[in-house]
């Protein structure tokens, strides 16, 4: 598969070499043929002497260890475009898709603009849902909420989405039964949407809903304001119900972020996370406090760049608000109420 | 050694102005036509060549402005990264035998790839090309500079082109020729 991508790729290198040769000058908007990904590496050290916090990604413990190595492509001819992004990698295999083989789709899908407000999509993408993504150079903390953890990370499906002006457009979709998965389990019920809203010029706010008898109701809010060219505030509230016996989660994160000079910005990530209560011969399971309990999680990141090189050094501090709903242990391995961690990564964008 | 001159010497295309901004302009004598010969021809000209730009209104015949822009684009030939996009404003004007363009107001905004992959703008991170040295590393600001030099450039020798063209717009007739085969 890996061989057949790269032929693929160097087809691909090819014809975009070829039509330059034909057409050299470039004069409109139009995108060539883009290739777009990254790599990232990190290094991880939990305080307790083993892995604790149980979000997503930057989970190996006193280990240089890898993300992903990420590879997309793109391009838009007139209304139709195309967008195929493979990963490799334990960030972009096993830590994202349950059911993974030696690689990851990411997003795959083609759309077509029906009018100048209308486009049509259909295929595997990035789910609407959430502020994080798996992509770790769509996050600004290099390791993950507990929202993005516990919410879906892709979906499946078909989705129409129509812009009635360029501060309010609406999207609506019916995608597959299951996230996180290429094909359904049974059927095509999830319903999704999305409302997208810009109150102001830089403030953009995303109501966000994906409910089905499989999959059960995700309601989300995501925004983020660029207040200042230093300063960017986002926030992000979500809870989520299972079709049955009850748990889910809900929670609240608040990402305030500082530009103090061109190539260093600070960051911060407080997040609330509490999981909801389950009823008997529920088989629901999250990543977080046991049901019942609460979390905070503090995290204080700063970003580096070098070029297209970027250095993620983090520090996180954990909480969860009773001992008994903690799955965090000490260096002895006895049981605590928190959690802390340094990651010091880099990821590379192109 | 050739490229790299050759790259200096576009990136010294741009000029600064009064305002203390970076424009590229240039007055070009054609003898032999008139005002409205200018506007008919850079009109074809926008229509055909940059359709995507806005064409300003105005109430003077003598003159066109508008805005467009330009994508920011670094990487090898085949496969190429897009940074970002840069916005500007043209002006052209006339006068019986000459006329003179500029292209000034250049403002970078840097894109990011969002969750499904495409290339979008950062909303509220503008810099103006001028203030580009304290927001963007040299080795960028370098590389903008010299693709907005070369942009400029072939902004302007198309539209020589095009006002050196016979008839600039293609002549729309409704009726088609009738051929009679009566007198030969």
Known sequence: MKKKFLLLLLAASAFSYASKAQDTVKTTADAPLVLYGSVDTYYKDDLSGHANIPTSFASDNNSVSIGMIDLGLKKTVGNASFVGELSFGPRGQEQSLPNSGNYHIQNLYVSYNLTSKLSATAGYMSTFIGYEVISPTGNFNYSTSYLFTNGPFQNAGFKLTYAFSDKVSLMAGIFNDQWNAYTSQHDVSTFGAQLTITPVKNWTAYLNVATGPTSGTELDLTTAYQITTAFKLGLNAATFSPSHYGGGFSGVALYPQLAVSKVVTLGLREEYFKAKTVDAGSTYVLAGPLPGGSVIGSTLTANIKAGPLTFIPEVRLDNVNKKQYSTFTDSSLAPTASASQFVLAAVYAF | ?184
């Open chain 2, 1 to 184: 050694m050739l490229a790299v001159k050759s790259a200096v010497a576009q990136k010294d295309l741009l000029s600064i102005d009064e305002h203390n901004k970076y424009i590229y302009y240039q007055v070009v004598p054609q003898p032999g036509l008139t005002v409205d010969t200018f506007q008919n021809r850079t009109a074809y000209f926008l229509k055909t060549n940059y359709p995507k730009n806005k064409v300003n209104k105005s109430e003077l015949p003598e003159s066109i402005t508008g805005t467009g822009k330009l994508l920011m684009l670094t990487g090898i030939s085949a496969a190429k990264h897009i940074d970002g996009e840069v916005n500007y404003t043209f002006n052209i004007e006339y006068k019986d035998q000459k006329y003179r363009y500029w292209l000034t107001d250049f403002v970078f905004t840097p894109y990011y790839v969002d969750r499904y992959g495409n290339s979008v703008p950062q909303p509220g991170i503008d810099v103006p090309l001028e203030n580009g040295a304290a927001k963007l590393e040299k080795g960028q600001l370098n590389n903008y500079s010299i693709q907005i030099s070369n942009y400029s450039k072939q902004f302007g020798d198309r539209l020589k082109q095009y006002m050196l063209m016979v008839s600039a717009a293609p002549i729309k007739s409704d009726k088609k020729k009738v051929i009679t085969t009566k007198d030969w």
